[in-house]
């Protein structure tokens, strides 16, 4: 058992690390050769820019020898023509340098013009396409061993070098190669008035031209571009034949006349792509970028080449890995270590609890006693000692069983008492609720009887005011004695106008708002007289009021109305403090709000609401079960303030308190033009 639990805990830990260690070999093998296949095709652009960089001076240096004001006033001294000619190819390092007549049928040379054959081309195409405009070109041409022989434009050691045998290049019959790539350059020469005279031929033969590719590894791989140990190389072909390179052979010379893969010859000759991957260069893999080189004719001649060697590359990432795999066998090893140990702390219970079996299988008393490890092997030798003990003790257990019996039986009748007691609970609330039905009928008709008082009180208030209309234009100018008198008997009227007003929004459906008699309100007033006009209730519930006053706008409301919003609140605080065994706290804020707004904040420590309570609170005859309370407080004070244009939130947590806040309107001009505009009117 103790080697079959072993297994079950190294096996998976051994499989674990060896895939952890082949994912992350995988991982990092793709994720760094992505990144060198990335570098790689970057430095064959920076080559490729390179390439055509020089181009472009070669061009920009026969322009400027062509338009050079010397060569256009030697023309009245042809004997010095072809000196100076020569002077120009050595300080500018041309392979060759030639001066021809206008349309490129003759050559100065040392004995005068002589018969010369143009080799055509574009470029030659485009510097005789006008007789006026300067015209030129610059681009790579590969000349034939006839054509640059004639004339002996270029020096045969120079152009000529045997094919050496490449493995996996294409199979040829040549042994040498005896073609020229040059970076040909024509440009027209004209005269003063214009007109072409001559044209100048320079070109760089590219062929051996090692200071060529040796100026372009350079910029390319410069110091610390590469890791140590490896090197840059840059290679430029004609067709798949290493013409000009830094690529050291086997013998540590330049790799030139050796030859490029099939593969790359056919994806980068044949089909024109770009190739990039680990390549076997000559001697050695190389990580390789290759692109193809086109001629003036638009054909594909040759291909560039960038890369640098992967072995110091590989060499870092093997020894990642091999690092990456001792940190893992290490773990493991130590992961080995302490299971081992572990499981003796495992195995010693159970070879104690199999000692202690064969012992009571014997008819021996014997026990497995206390154990120091903490786990569940431990916890069943603490099992099995008590199970032998219970044996022992078989009498004691009867007695404990019948005693649990009597137990069993007294809390089943204790659940009957219960559910007895909920029935009645519950029909004391169906009693309650029938009361509360009734006194919802009997509100229903005292409001119809109010609105019918109401209506026949406004009626005589009617008449006060339109006779008060009558005297007051019948006093004219002698009213001024008596101006206070009517002020009085006009605010009494409208004050009487208001009462009634509020009778019959009471009368009323929810549904259908009135417009609140409404005047600026200062917000810390009407809380000082409210609170001293229900102090008295605080006096007999102990509890304590404090008032905090923030607020500097007027709200725009019915005073009266939100007096009995106020009242209603601070009672509905108080009535919550009753049942709270510390001391009762009622704090009522004012303050301003935003977007014109005005607030009154009533908070009490008390008992809170229940949250199965608070979606019910503004309900017409809802109540908690308060002493006095009929349900409507809460309803009217919440239409009293939607009536305003206001709103009332409530926050609430379940034995510690409550929170509800009144968020009115604040006063604006137009408000007071209108509530200003009857009195007005009565006056004049």
């Known amino acids: 058992m103790r080697y079959q639990l072993l297994a079950l805990v190294l096996l998976p830990l051994l499989l674990l690390a060896f895939t952890v260690v082949l994912v992350s070999a995988r991982w990092s093998t793709d994720y760094t050769y992505q990144q060198l296949f990335t570098k790689v095709n970057t430095d064959l652009r920076v080559a490729r820019d390179s390439f055509q960089r020089i181009q472009n001076e070669q061009q920009r240096v026969v322009q400027a020898l062509a338009d050079n004001a010397m060569l256009i006033e030697l023309f009245r001294h042809p004997d010095r023509l072809n000196a100076w000619v020569n002077t120009q190819k050595s300080l500018n390092r041309f392979d060759y340098l030639m001066l021809l007549n206008h349309n490129g049928t003759q050559r100065m040379t040392d004995a005068g013009w002589q018969p010369h054959e143009l080799v055509a081309s574009p470029l030659t195409d485009r510097a005789l396409s006008t007789l006026s405009a300067p015209g030129g070109a610059t681009g790579i041409q590969i000349l034939s061993a006839d054509a640059w022989q004639e004339g002996n434009l270029l020096i045969p050691s120079q152009v000529v070098f045997p094919l050496i045998d490449t493995l996996r290049a294409v199979p040829t019959e040549r042994s040498a190669e005896d073609r020229a790539m040059v970076i040909r350059s024509v440009q027209s020469v004209n005269n003063m008035a214009g007109e072409r005279i001559a044209l100048l031929e320079g070109a760089t033969l590219l062929n051996r031209d090692f200071a060529f590719v040796d100026r372009i590894r350079d910029l390319v791989y410069g110091p610390g571009s590469l890791a140590p140990g490896s090197i840059g190389t840059v290679t430029v072909f004609l067709d798949d034949v290493r013409i000009t390179t830094n690529v050291p052979s086997s013998d540590a010379t330049r790799a030139l006349g050796t030859r490029v893969s099939k593969e790359v010859r056919e994806a980068v000759l044949d089909r024109g792509e770009s190739w990039t991957d680990r390549a076997f260069v000559v001697n050695d893999w190389y990580i390789s970028a290759y692109e193809p080189i086109t001629d003036v004719f638009g054909q594909r001649v040759g291909m560039l080449y960038a890369g640098y060697l992967e072995a110091p590359f590989r060499q870092d990432l093997q020894k990642t890995i091999a690092l990456l795999s001792g940190l893992v066998l290490l773990g493991c090893l130590l992961a080995i270590v302490v299971a081992t140990v572990a499981a003796r702390s495992i195995f010693r219970p159970i070879e104690s609890l199999t000692s202690v079996i064969r012992a009571t299988a014997a008819g021996k008393r014997k026990r497995v006693g206390a154990i120091k490890s903490a786990n569940e092997i431990c916890e069943l030798s603490a099992q099995f000692d008590a199970m032998l003990d219970t044996l022992e003790e078989q009498r004691h257990e009867i007695e404990q069983g019948a005693e649990y019996l009597e137990q069993t039986v007294q809390s089943r009748t204790q659940e009957l008492r219960q559910q007895n007691q909920r029935l009645t609970d519950s029909l004391t609330l169906l009693r309650q609720t029938r009361l509360q039905l009734e006194t ?51 605010q009494q009227v409208y004050r009487i106008r208001s009462i009634t007003h509020r009778l019959v929004q009471y009368s009323r459906a929810e549904s259908e708002p009135m417009s609140p008699v409404a005047q600026p309100v200062s917000l810390p007033e009407l809380v000082g007289d409210t609170v001293n006009l229900i102090r008295h209730d605080f006096f007999d519930n102990s509890v304590q009021i404090l008032e905090e006053h923030q607020c500097t706008q007027e709200a725009f409301v019915d005073p009266h109305e939100l007096q009995q919003v106020l009242v209603n609140l601070v009672r509905n605080a108080v009535e919550a403090l009753k049942d709270v065994p510390r001391s009762g706290l009622v704090v009522i804020k004012t303050e301003d709000r935003e977007e014109r707004e005005v607030a009154i904040v009533v908070s009490d420590n008390g008992a809170g609401i229940e949250p199965a309570h ?26 009293i303030v939607h009536r305003h244009g206001g709103r009332i939130d409530v926050q609430s947590e379940f034995g510690m308190g409550s929170t509800f806040t009144v968020v009115l309107p604040v006063v604006v001009d137009a408000q007071v033009d209108s509530l200003l505009s009857p009195v007005g009117n009565a006056l004049a």
Not at 444 to 454: F, H, Q, S
Not at 621 to 638: D, I
């Open 614 to 639: 608070r979606a019910r609170l503004f309900d017409p005859f809802f109540t908690t079960g308060k002493e006095r309370g009929t349900g409507l407080g809460l309803s009217v004070s919440y239409g």
């Open 440 to 490: 919802a009928e009997k509100l229903a008709a005292l409001g119809e009887l109010t609105a019918g008082v109401a209506h026949e009180i406004n009626n005589p208030t009617a008449v006060i005011l339109g006779n008060m209309d009558i005297l007051i234009a019948e006093i004219g100018e002698d009213r001024a004695d008596v101006q206070t008198e009517i002020d009085l008997i006009i």
